[in-house]
């Protein structure tokens, strides 16, 4: 884990030939990109963790299609939310207190956003993790899976605003924290970037979000949301703009191997105007973003405003040094 992040070999852009350039010349830069890449994934996914990491991606990938339709049928059996009856909000601060050690951030509601073509099953684990730690409301909002095809990510974004303004409602609170996967980070990030949404928005954490594109948006139909998931695109060049006395809070999460954002460093998040946290990873699939131990526990951190272990570590290891 690394809260620096780093360049991602297969980042490296393909340089076009110029007027007059020998194709030796070309053929030259298409096999060092080749190498480039193959060498990506030996250091990425030939080694014992990296395996692992791969071995768990194929794994929970196939479980979760296995529960997904549940994540549709849940949503009509229970608006609220899968957690809803095990809200901790209503006890008295003496029993809270022996759940959680900040009672105020942890009074704070969560919601969490899905990404392209899911829904709220792929977040029931974070959510349930969230729950034990003491957070008393923790929903998960469903939008279309259609909104891939047929929708729009300013319109999604403004949709999100309506449901925060509904679970603010609901809870007596003016703040919530946010969790978008993947396309959801970006619907987030949006409706807090450009619709208003930081003074709503506590907290806004992104797992394997595309906030500079991925080049795999290519490879879907040309419809909206995939040409605004292309990196270099409109809503994205919006993004990059003047965002001043933005009061949120970032986190955002990436690994090198990512297999859908392309290249993989596309997940950091960098704005002159926003404090962001970026945390890279080496060997978590995009799916296992939303089960890997290290990412709820980052989560989890940045939700109670605590550092993480090693941080925390690193920390302590500075005073004596600076005491010296």
Known sequence: MDVTGVMSPTSATTAQPEAGEPASA????????????????????GVPRGLRGLAVEIAYT?????????GLIDEALRPGGVHAHHRTDHLPPGERSLLVSDLDRSATPVLLVH???DNRS?????????????????????????????????????????HVERLCAVSGSDRVHVI??????????????????????????????????????????????????????DLLRELTEPAPGCRTRFLAVWSRMDQLIIPQRNARLEHPDLQVSN???DHVGHMAM???????????????GTLPTRERAAAAATVPAAAG
Not at 26 to 45: H, P
Not at 62 to 70: E, G, K, N, S
Not at 139 to 152: E, I, L
């Open 180 to 233: 978008g996967h993947s396309l959801g980070g970006l619907i987030a990030r949006y409706y807090v970037q450009r619709l208003g949404g930081d003074d709503r928005v506590d907290t806004l954490v992104t797992l394997g979000t595309p906030h500079l594109g991925s080049q795999i948006a290519h490879l879907l139909p040309p419809t909206v949301v995939p040409r605004q998931l292309q990196p270099g695109s």
């Open 122 to 162: 792929i977040v029931v684990h974070l959510a349930r993790v969230l729950r034990r730690r003491g957070h008393g409301t923790v929903q998960a909002v469903n939008y279309s899976p259609m909104t891939a095809f047929t929708g729009d990510i300013r319109a999604a974004a403004r949709d999100l605003g309506e």
């Open 279 to 281: 945390v890279r990873l």
């Open 290 to 304: 939303t089960i890997d131990p290290d990412v709820v526990h980052l989560v989890t951190c940045a939700l109670s």
């Open 26 to 45: 070309s053929v030259a830069s298409i096999v060092a990109t080749a190498w480039g890449g193959l060498s990506y994934l030996a250091r990425t996914m």
């Open 62 to 70: 196939a479980v979760h299609l296995t529960v997904y339709p549940w």
């Open 115 to 117: 990404g392209i073509v």
